[in-house]
């Protein structure tokens, strides 16, 4: 059988492609122990906080069924009143990552807007399978609300943003927030966001072997988070956002992936949905990007355009 075609990647992002996917490798379940022990490029270091400004807090805070969660805390060392609250939820495929994956993200609306962040350490899959990891951060989340006064968050201004993995857990946080009636969000911020757990998507077969998260890591990291329930029709929204029929009431939303992803079809059906049912959205699908290629490939054009396009939407949520 004949591949289908695929968009292609990026010129720019295509260069890089070969030393990134080295560092990316395709994902088996025997893998992830190796992946847990490996240092991603897209950790935030001590030196880059430290080159912005920011200040860093540890914490334990409670997560779901009572278990202990640590947490960090990212403010600017001149922060002394209530500004705007980023939820700041890692990725890592649900199965790997650590808490300052994909920081450096958002450490520039710490730096523009005086906000604070919160991210938290949700348990990973597979010893930690469905519902942990999103029940996690909607506990995460709420503490961060409880506390808002004490962190110098505005509870009027707080998102939730994730990337990958953290972007399908950002989701089904909002979701949880929703239906829980609570805590309220002024927005969720999608980077390129793992949603649905199907492999059904025309992206998905297109990507199965080019790229970064490709879709057999795709499965792997389903497959540790739900089990046999993968793909049936026993899955939770909150697990596998894209399953969700009814968006309404929910947050703005602002979703970004690459053209030549495996989570492209996903991600656009999402905002899509979302319009359906009377959210608002705001999506950018920006052509030939691999996924996490603004993380992978902060020097090129298009991952400086979609950052740019990013930090925008930030400034003006935070404006209001």
Partial sequence: MSRPARPAFDPELDAVLATVSEQVPTVTLDMIPALRAATLPIDATGADLEAAGVTRRELTIEGYDGASLQATVLARSDHSHAGPGIYHLHGGGMIAGDRMVGVDQVVPWIVEHDAVAVTVEYRLAPEHPDPYPVEDCYAGLLWTADHAAELGIDPGRLIVAGASAGGGLAAGTALLARDRKGPALAGQLLICPMLDDRDDTASTVQYDDAGTWVRESNRTGWTALLGERRGTDDVSIYAAPARATDL?????????????????????????????????????????????????????????????????????????
Avoid: K
């Fill in 248 to 320: 309404g009431g929910l947050p703005p939303a602002f979703i970004d992936c690459g053209s030549a992803e495996v989570f492209r079809d996903e991600d656009v059906a999402y905002a899509t949905g979302l319009w359906r049912d009377g959210s608002q959205a705001e999506l950018h699908v920006w052509p030939g990007g691999f996924h996490g290629f603004d993380m992978l490939a902060p020097h090129t054009a298009i991952a400086q355009a979609a950052t740019a396009a990013r930090n925008a939407w930030v400034a003006r949520l935070f404006a209001h």
